[in-house]
């Protein structure tokens, strides 16, 4: 939700108990972050780490049940689990402080992210459907997430040939 500043016609996020609860556990407040250029660092320095956490737990996950096997796929899926926990709070925590994520430049290079994510999904699909027992819970679960990283990625590739040619 957001209000007019008062006097400038901008608009500005209401701080809630999630931007709160946030604040606290980044320790935003902390006199850290009072240097504008040691507080741009530090957020670019947090992107890139926070990116490499996004790509390494996937892909952990999809190492650790192909590797591992069947006893490996319920800590791949709390690998998975904590990446897309994660993205979803850091794009909970930007909308709300107001961060309209549609217009954001660049939806090229995030479609191809989301492809790549997409066939690691992919992946760890088709291993657990390889090293679950034929008549298992897990079997169907990994078939229908295969299915579904099917679906997504085939969903993204249109995307991107109606993104080409409206843009032509």
Do not use: K
Not at 18 to 26: D, E, L, N, T
């Amino acid at each position: 939700m957001t209000d007019q500043a008062p006097g400038s016609g901008v608009e500005v996020a209401r701080e809630g108990w999630f931007v709160r609860a946030a604040g606290r556990i980044g320790d935003l407040g902390s006199p850290f972050y009072d240097e504008e250029r040691q507080r741009d660092v530090w957020d670019e320095a947090s992107a890139v780490g926070f990116q490499l956490l996004l790509w390494l737990l996937p892909g952990a996950a999809v190492v650790s049940v192909w590797v591992g096997g069947a006893a490996a796929v319920p800590y791949a899926l709390v690998m998975l689990l904590a990446s897309g926990l994660s993205s979803g709070v850091v794009l909970a925590f930007a909308r709300a402080r107001g961060l309209d994520l549609g217009a954001a430049v660049g939806v090229t290079v995030v479609r191809w992210r989301l492809l790549a994510l997409l066939l690691l999904l992919g992946a760890f699909c088709a291993g657990v459907v390889r090293v679950t027992p034929e008549d298992s819970a897990g079997r169907g679960f990994g078939w229908g997430m295969l299915g579904g990283a099917v679906l997504g990625v085939a969903a993204v590739a249109w995307s991107q040939h109606r993104a080409r040619r409206a843009s032509s």
